[in-house]
C-alpha cells in the first residue's frame, strides 16, 4: 500500500485541516458554516441600526426585543411557551450556549446520555464540567435514530441528563415524532433533565418530521432547547445563539455569561430579531438549495458503492466507507492530499466511527460536482495502484 495513505492512521481533524491550509484550490466539504449569503432584510436591519447608532450595551440575557421575537417564534414554530423576562438567555453563538448550560447544569459525577456519533464539542464540556458520557450506540440501518430502548438500558443511579441532537451532527438523522414521545416518557418516569439541541430544526427533507420535546406535557420544566440564528439564516458570524428553560436555571447560566463576556454583540442581536420577525421565504429558499445538493451527493455516493444513513436533515451526509476497503482517516487523507478535497472522518465525531465520513453540503453544485469527479479519480487511481503486481526488486 502507498505509505503516504497508509501512515495516517493517527491523523485527525485538526491535521486535515493544517494540511488544506499549504494547498491550493482546495474544495473544502469539511467544516458546517454555511456557503449561503445571509439574507439582505437581517443585513440590511444591521446597517440600519448601525446608522441610528444603536449599538450600545445590551443586558446580559439579551436585548428584550430579541428574547419576545424568541418566544414568538418558538410558540409559532415549535409550540413552546416561554416567558421571554425570565426563561431565554440570549448566547454569544450555539457554542457558547452549549458550554454554559453543560457547565450550569453539570456536576462532578454526574452521568450525561449522549447518541454516538455526535458533536464532540458536548465531550470536551461535559469533562470540563467534571461529568461522565454515557454512549448510546446508533445505526446505519435506522438512519442513526436514537433507540428508546438503548436509551433506557443505559439509565442508571447517577443518569442526570438526556442530550437530543436532531437533526443530528454529523449523522443527518432525526428523531421522529413517536421516538421523541417516548423519550420523554422516559425523561418523566426516570427524572431526566433533557438537552434538546435543534440547532438544525430548518432543515428538513422528504418530507421529514419532528417536534420539540419542550412542547410535549410534562416536559417544559425538565428541558433546556438550545438553538440560534446560525444555520437556519446564514448567520454562522453574527453569533447569536439561544437557551430556553426554568427560570432557575436561566438565572444560573445567566450568571455564568456575565462573567465570560457579558452580552451578545448588540448589532447581531438586532438582526436576529429581523431573522425571526421578518419574512421567511429565505430559509425555505436555503432549504431547496440544501436538498437538491443532497440529492447530487447521495447519486454520487450510490455510484462509488458507498452506503449511508438516509439524512432526513441538517447539512451532512454520514458515509459509509467499508465497501473501498480504506479506513476513514486514511480515505480523507487520500482525497485531500490527491484530490483536494476536505473531508472529516468519523473518528473526529467518536472514536469507534473508523468506518465513515462527514461530507457537507455546503459547495455549489457545480463545486460539489467537481469534487466528487476528484473524488471518484482519486478513489480509482488508489484501486489500480494497489492491484498492479508487485516486482521482485520492490518486495
Avoid at 218 to 235: H, W
Wanted: aromatic share 6%; proline share 6%.
Amino acid at each position: 500500500m502507498n505509505n503516504s495513505v497508509s501512515e495516517t492512521k493517527s491523523i485527525n481533524i485538526f491535521d486535515l485541516q493544517e494540511l488544506a491550509r499549504s494547498k491550493k484550490d482546495v474544495i473544502s466539504m469539511g467544516l458546517g458554516d454555511p456557503d449561503l449569503a445571509t439574507p439582505a432584510n437581517i443585513v440590511e436591519a444591521a446597517k440600519r441600526v448601525i446608522d441610528e447608532g444603536t449599538t450600545g450595551p445590551a443586558p446580559t440575557r439579551g436585548l428584550l426585543e430579541l428574547r419576545q421575537a424568541i418566544a414568538r417564534k418558538l410558540a409559532r414554530d415549535n409550540g413552546i411557551t416561554a416567558d421571554p423576562d425570565t426563561e431565554i438567555l440570549v448566547t454569544t453563538g450555539g457554542q457558547e450556549a452549549l458550554f454554559l448550560l453543560i457547565q450550569g447544569l453539570i456536576e462532578p459525577g454526574d452521568e450525561v446520555i449522549v447518541p454516538d456519533p455526535r458533536y464532540t464539542s458536548y465531550d470536551a464540556a461535559i469533562k470540563l464540567a467534571g461529568g461522565n458520557m454515557v454512549l448510546v450506540p446508533t445505526d446505519e440501518e435506522h438512519d442513526f435514530e436514537l433507540d428508546p430502548d438503548e436509551v433506557e438500558a443505559r439509565i442508571g443511579p447517577k443518569s442526570k441528563v438526556l442530550l437530543l441532537i436532531s437533526p443530528n451532527n454529523p449523522t443527518a438523522g432525526i428523531n421522529s415524532p413517536d421516538v421523541v414521545r417516548r423519550l420523554a416518557q422516559l425523561a418523566i418516569e426516570r427524572d431526566l433533565i433533557v438537552i434538546s439541541d435543534e440547532i438544525y430544526e430548518k432543515f428538513l427533507y422528504q418530507g421529514a418530521k419532528q417536534i420539540s420535546i419542550a412542547s410535549l406535557p410534562g416536559m417544559r420544566e425538565r428541558t433546556i432547547t438550545l438553538n440560534g440564528v446560525s444555520k437556519s439564516y446564514a448567520m454562522t458570524g453574527w453569533r447569536i445563539g439561544y437557551l430556553v428553560g426554568p427560570s432557575e436555571f436561566i438565572e444560573t447560566v445567566a450568571a455564568i455569561k456575565d462573567m465570560v463576556n457579558v452580552q451578545a454583540p448588540t448589532v447581531s442581536q438586532w438582526a436576529a430579531v429581523e431573522a425571526l420577525d421578518g419574512p421567511q421565504d429565505s430559509v425555505e429558499e436555503m432549504r431547496q438549495i440544501y436538498s437538491e445538493r443532497r440529492d447530487l451527493l447521495l447519486a454520487a455516493l450510490d455510484d462509488m458503492g458507498f452506503s449511508y444513513g438516509t439524512p432526513h436533515g441538517a447539512l451532512y451526509i454520514w458515509a459509509n466507507t467499508a465497501s473501498t476497503g480504506i479506513p476513514a482517516t486514511q480515505l480523507s487523507y487520500l482525497f485531500l492530499d490527491k484530490a483536494g478535497v476536505l473531508i472529516f472522518p468519523g473518528t473526529g465525531f467518536g472514536d469507534t466511527w473508523g468506518n465513515y465520513m462527514r461530507m457537507t453540503l455546503l459547495q455549489p453544485k457545480e463545486i460539489l460536482t467537481q469534487a466528487v469527479e476528484r473524488m471518484r479519480s482519486a478513489l480509482n487511481d488508489f484501486r489500480a495502484e494497489q492491484e498492479k503486481p508487485v516486482a521482485d526488486g520492490e518486495r
